[in-house]
C-alpha cells in the first residue's frame, strides 16, 4: 500500500505549517490504495516509533455521516501516550478518500462499506492473511458504528473489543426514525439539504460547540455539492423499513455482536435529537455485558462535545492492557462482617408478630387531613400482596422500577415489594427538580414505572421508558387510564395480588446478597445527579449502620425531615413520621410540623438536613403545647447532608433540650461514614485550638463501626501519593466499609475514577483527620482554591463568616486561573437583620465587608495564606434542590468572576 501526504488536497494556508488540519499534524495522514480504491486515513504510527514505541495494538475508527477521520484527532493524540496505534479512516466517497461516481438513488450500500473497509484492513494488515497478530478494537462513531459493528463482527479473531458512540445497529418498525433523519429523507428535501447546499453538515456541526477553525477543518472536504454527493448517499442508505436493500445487512451487524464475546464500551451523550437513548437500550440487550459511560449534557458529536479519547484509552488500559488503575493499598477486611438480613426481614417480623402488627409502622402528616397511619401489619399485607400483582403483570427479578411517589406507606410498600422480587428499586426524588429528575429516569432506562398522578403526566409528555403504573386506589376511569398511557394501579394490583394469595400463590424466591437492590441518585450538588447502585449486602449494612448510630428500634420512633430516611428507619424496625412539608423544599420544615409529627409518633429520634434545622428553629415561635412536650421527650437529634458548624447545631437544643444532638457523615455512595454529638464537636475544637479555624473545616467525627478513612494528600489542587492516616494532611477524604456503593449507573469513568485504590471509594470531599482519627471536612475537590501561596479549602473560612450576626448562607471561592486565584466571599443575609439583604446582587456594602474580612483574618491570624480580595451579596445563595444546604460554590464561583470582571450582574 502506498503511504504519504503528498496528494492531499486540503487548504493548508489557515493552519499551523505543522498542522494540516487544527490537531492533526502532516505526520499523521496518508493516502493509499485497497481494493481498487484510493483511500486517506489518519495513523499515528510514525510518531509513536519516533518516540521508541512498538504499538499494543489498534483501535481502527471509523466516522459517520457526514464527519470524516477528523473527529477522531483526539483519539490518535490519546493513542500516543497509551502506547496504542489508531488508524482512523475516511470512507470511501467522504473525507479526503475517493469519490467512484455513483447516480442518485443508488449510494453506496452498507453491504459495500463493509467490504471497502475489510479490504482496506486486509492491504493495511489488520486482519486476513496479513495480519500480525496484534489486537484490534473497532470505534465507531453515528453510522460508522455500524461499520464499525459490522467489521468486528466479521473478524472476531482480530477483534479485542469494540468501542460505540452514539450510534444505532437496530430500528424497531413501530417505532419513527427521530425527526431529524425523517425530514432529510424526504424527498423534497434530501437532495438539496445533503448535496446541493451543506445544510445537512452544518445542521451537524451546530450540534456541537465548535471553533470556527475547526468548522473549517469538517466543511475542507465538502465544498461542492459532488463532493457531498456521499453525504447523500449515506442518509438514502439509511434502513428505514423492512423492504430496504441494506435492512438485511443491519440485522446481520446487529445479531453479529449479539455472539462477540469480547469487551466492549459504550459512550453516550444523552442529548443526541438523532441517536436517542432507545439506540443504547437497543445495544446493552444486544451486549449485556458492555461497560457504559453517559456524558450528561453531550449531544450527537460526542467526541467534541466529552473526552471520548480519555475515556476510551483508559478503558483500554484497564480491560486490555490489565493496567491498575493506582499502586497497592491494602484490602484487608474493615473487622467483623455483619450478618446479612434483607431489607424488609423488620417489616416482616413486625407485621406478622400478633402483638406489633397493630402498632403504627408509617405516619405521614398532612396540612388537611391529618396523620394517616398506617400499621405493620397493614403494610406487611400491602407489600406481599403489591409483589404478587407485580410479579402476575411481569416485573421480573432484575428489571428496573422507578419509584416516583411522595414519602408515605405508599412508596414503602412499593419499595419493598420492588425489593422482594429481586426487581431493582429506581429511587430518584422530586427534590431534583424536572430536569434532574428527567436526567436520572432516562439515565436509568426503568423497565416499569409506579408513579402518582403527576409523575405519570410528566412521564408521558417527557416520553420516559417503562410500563406505567398509577400508584392509587381502584378508581381509575378509562379516560385518564388513556390519557396517562398506565396498565393498571397499585389497588388493582394488591387486589390482584390478594386473590392469589387466597389461592395458595407465593412470591418466587429471594434475591441473592450480591443482585443489584436499588439505584439511589446523588443531591447533584456538584454536577449532574449520579444514580449510585447498592447491592441487598450493601443496602442491608446500611439500614444496620443507620439503626446502630441513631439508635432505631421498633421501641423508639423516628421522625425523618428529610423524607427518604422515613425509609431506612422502617428498614430498621422503627415506626417512622413524616412532617407535613414540601419533601422538594427541606428548607421548609418549621417547627409546628417538626413538632406534630413527634407527638403523632411518640419520637425518640429526630433527622432534619441543616437548612430544615434553620427553618425550624426560626419558626420555634408557632410551637403548640403539644408539640413543644413532644419535642422534649426526643432523646437524639441528627442532622446531615452538609457539614454544619457547632454554633449552627447547637441552635436545635432551643427545639429539643433534651436530645443529644448528633451529626454523622456520608454521602450516597456510603451512609453514613463517621458520626460525632455536639459535646464530641466542642471536645475536638478545643483540642484543636492550635490550629487555624481556616484549616480546621468542621469536624464530624470519628469513623462508625466497619468504616476505614485514609486521606490522599493534594498539593496545588492534585492528588499526591497514596491515602494515608497520618494526622494533619489536608487530601482527599477515601473510604471503604461494607455499606459503600457497588457502582456508579453507566458511569464507568466515574466509577474507575472513584476507585483509583480498587476497594476503596474516593468521595471527592477534601478534609483531615486529627492525631485522635477524628475527621474534619474542609470542602469538595471541585471547590478548591489553588492560590500562588499555596491551595484554600473553603469550609473553614465560610464557618467563620457564619458566625457574624445576620449571616444565613456564606460561600468562599475562587476567581481567577489555577495557581493563582483570588479568594471572594459570597454572603446571604437576614433580612429581618441586614435592610438590603434583598437588593440586588453585587458588591457587598462597606460595613457588611468589612466584617467578613474581619472574620477572615481572624480565622487566618497564626495561618496567613490569602487575604479576602472582594465580598459579595446575593438575596439567595444557590444550593442543591435536595436538601438546600450544600452550596453551589462552583455556580457561584463563575458568577463571581463575571462581576469583577464588570460584566452584568445578574443573580448566580
Not at 403527576?454 to 420516559?464: E, H, I, S, Y
Amino acid at each position: 500500500m502506498v503511504t504519504g501526504a503528498d496528494d492531499l488536497t486540503a487548504n493548508e494556508s489557515s493552519v499551523r505549517r505543522d498542522e494540516l488540519w487544527p490537531g492533526v499534524p502532516a505526520s499523521w495522514s496518508h493516502h493509499g490504495v485497497a481494493g481498487g480504491l484510493h483511500w486517506h486515513y489518519l495513523d499515528n504510527l510514525t510518531d509513536l516509533r519516533a518516540a521508541g514505541l512498538e504499538p499494543r495494538g489498534t483501535i481502527l475508527a471509523v466516522h459517520g455521516n457526514p464527519t470524516w477521520s477528523y473527529v477522531w484527532r483526539t483519539v490518535l493524540d490519546a493513542g500516543l501516550a497509551a502506547a496504542w496505534r489508531v488508524v482512523a479512516v475516511d470512507q470511501i466517497g467522504m473525507g479526503h478518500s475517493e469519490r467512484p461516481p455513483s447516480p442518485p438513488g443508488q449510494p453506496r450500500r452498507l453491504g459495500q462499506r463493509l467490504d471497502d473497509l475489510a479490504a482496506f484492513t486486509d492491504e493495511l494488515g489488520l486482519s486476513g492473511a496479513t495480519w500480525d497478530g496484534r489486537p484490534v478494537i473497532p470505534l465507531g462513531h453515528d453510522w460508522g458504528g455500524v461499520v464499525a459493528s459490522g467489521w468486528a463482527g466479521r473478524h472476531p479473531r482480530e477483534t479485542a473489543a469494540l468501542i460505540l458512540t452514539n450510534t444505532g445497529l437496530h430500528q424497531d418498525e413501530g417505532e419513527h426514525l427521530p425527526a431529524l433523519l425523517r425530514l432529510a429523507l424526504m424527498p423534497g428535501v434530501l437532495p438539496g439539504a445533503t448535496e446541493r447546499s451543506p445544510a445537512f453538515l452544518q445542521a451537524t456541526l451546530a450540534l456541537a460547540d465548535l471553533d470556527e477553525d475547526v468548522k473549517d477543518a469538517y466543511r475542507a472536504p465538502y465544498r461542492s455539492a459532488r463532493s457531498r454527493a456521499a453525504i447523500r448517499g449515506f442518509v438514502e442508505d439509511i434502513p428505514a423499513h423492512p423492504g430496504h436493500p441494506s435492512h438485511e445487512t443491519l440485522a446481520e451487524v446487529a445479531a453479529g455482536i449479539s455472539d462477540l464475546e469480547r469487551p466492549a464500551l459504550l459512550l453516550w451523550g444523552p442529548r443526541d435529537p438523532v441517536f436517542q437513548e432507545r439506540y443504547l437500550h437497543d445495544l446493552l440487550q444486544r451486549l449485556p455485558h458492555a461497560d457504559v459511560h453517559r456524558f450528561e449534557g453531550a449531544s450527537h458529536l460526542l467526541p467534541e462535545d466529552a473526552d471520548v479519547a480519555g475515556v476510551a484509552l483508559r478503558w483500554i488500559q484497564r480491560r486490555i492492557d490489565g493496567l491498575p488503575a493506582a499502586g497497592p493499598l491494602t484490602t484487608d477486611p474493615t473487622g467483623t462482617e455483619r450478618p446479612f438480613q434483607p431489607i424488609w426481614s423488620a417489616m416482616q417480623e413486625q407485621g406478622s408478630d400478633p402483638q406489633s402488627a397493630a402498632r403504627p409502622a408509617v405516619v405521614a402528616m398532612t396540612e388537611d387531613a391529618g396523620p394517616q397511619i398506617t400499621t405493620w401489619g397493614e403494610l406487611l399485607e400491602r407489600t406481599e400482596h403489591l409483589a404478587l400483582g407485580l410479579s402476575d403483570s411481569g416485573v421480573r427479578a432484575g428489571q428496573r422500577v422507578s419509584l416516583l411517589i411522595p414519602p408515605g406507606p405508599e412508596l414503602t410498600a412499593a419499595l419493598f415489594a420492588v425489593l422482594r422480587l429481586g426487581a431493582v428499586a429506581v429511587v430518584a426524588d422530586a427534590g431534583l427538580g424536572v430536569s434532574g429528575l428527567t436526567r436520572a429516569v432516562r439515565g436509568a432506562r426503568p423497565d416499569h414505572i409506579i408513579g402518582i398522578e403527576r409523575a405519570l403526566a410528566a412521564a408521558r409528555t417527557l416520553r420516559w421508558p417503562g410500563q406505567r403504573y398509577l400508584a392509587a386506589g381502584l378508581e381509575s376511569s378509562p379516560w385518564r387510564r388513556r390519557a396517562l398511557g398506565y396498565a393498571g394501579t397499585t389497588g388493582e394490583l394488591v387486589e390482584r395480588g390478594e386473590g392469589m394469595a387466597r389461592r395458595g400463590a407465593s412470591l418466587p424466591g429471594e434475591p441473592a446478597p450480591e443482585d443489584d437492590a436499588a439505584i439511589l441518585f446523588t443531591s447533584g450538588s456538584t454536577g449532574p445527579a449520579k444514580g449510585v447502585v447498592h447491592t441487598h449486602r450493601s443496602l442491608s449494612a446500611m439500614v444496620a449502620t443507620v439503626a446502630e448510630i441513631c439508635q432505631l428500634s421498633p421501641e423508639r420512633p423516628f421522625v425523618a425531615g428529610f423524607a427518604p430516611f422515613a425509609l431506612l428507619g422502617t428498614a430498621t424496625g422503627a415506626p417512622s413520621a413524616v412532617p407535613a412539608m414540601d419533601v422538594t423544599a427541606p428548607a421548609t420544615l418549621t417547627a409546628a410540623a417538626l413538632g406534630e409529627a413527634a407527638a403523632a409518633i411518640g419520637a425518640s429520634a429526630v433527622f432534619a438536613s441543616p437548612s430544615a434545622l434553620e427553618n425550624a428553629v426560626r419558626t420555634a415561635g408557632g410551637l403548640s403545647g403539644a408539640g413543644r412536650e413532644a419535642l422534649a421527650q426526643v432523646e437524639i437529634f441528627l442532622s446531615a447532608g452538609a457539614p454544619i458548624s457547632a454554633s449552627r447545631l447547637a441552635r436545635a437544643q432551643q427545639l429539643l433540650p433534651n436530645a443529644s444532638l448528633r451529626t454523622p457523615y456520608g454521602m450516597t455512595e456510603a451512609l453514613p461514614v463517621t458520626n460525632i454529638s455536639l459535646e464530641e464537636i466542642l471536645e475536638a475544637e478545643s483540642q484543636a485550638a492550635g490550629v487555624s479555624p481556616a484549616r480546621r473545616g468542621t469536624c464530624v467525627g470519628f469513623p462508625v463501626p466497619g468504616v476505614e478513612v485514609r486521606i490522599a494528600a493534594v498539593e496545588a489542587g492534585a492528588r499526591v501519593g497514596d491515602p494515608t492516616q497520618d494526622p494533619h494532611v489536608t487530601g482527599e477524604v477515601v473510604v471503604r466499609g461494607p455499606h459503600v456503593k457497588d457502582r456508579y449507573d453507566r458511569l464507568w469513568a466515574t466509577e474507575d475514577d472513584s476507585r483509583t485504590w480498587p476497594g476503596w471509594h474516593r468521595t471527592g470531599d477534601v478534609g483531615h483527620l486529627d492525631t485522635s482519627g477524628r475527621l474534619w471536612i474542609e470542602g469538595r475537590m471541585a471547590h478548591l482554591i489553588t492560590s500562588d501561596r499555596g491551595i484554600v479549602t473553603p469550609v473553614g473560612i465560610e464557618n467563620a463568616v457564619l458566625d457574624l450576626p445576620g449571616v444565613l448562607r456564606a460561600a468562599a471561592v475562587g476567581v481567577g486561573p489555577a495557581g493563582t486565584q483570588r479568594l471572594v466571599v459570597v454572603v446571604e443575609t437576614d433580612p429581618a437583620f441586614h435592610r438590603g439583604a434583598l437588593a440586588a446582587p453585587g458588591l457587598a456594602p462597606p460595613g457588611l465587608s468589612r466584617a467578613v474580612r474581619s472574620a477572615c483574618a481572624d480565622a487566618f491570624a497564626s495561618d496567613p495564606v490569602v487575604p479576602v480580595s472582594a465580598v459579595l451579596r446575593v438575596p439567595v445563595i444557590p444550593t442543591d434542590v435536595r436538601h438546600n444546604a450544600k452550596v453551589d460554590r462552583s455556580r457561584l464561583a463563575t458568577w463571581a468572576a463575571g462581576v469583577l470582571a464588570g460584566g452584568k450582574v445578574g443573580a448566580p
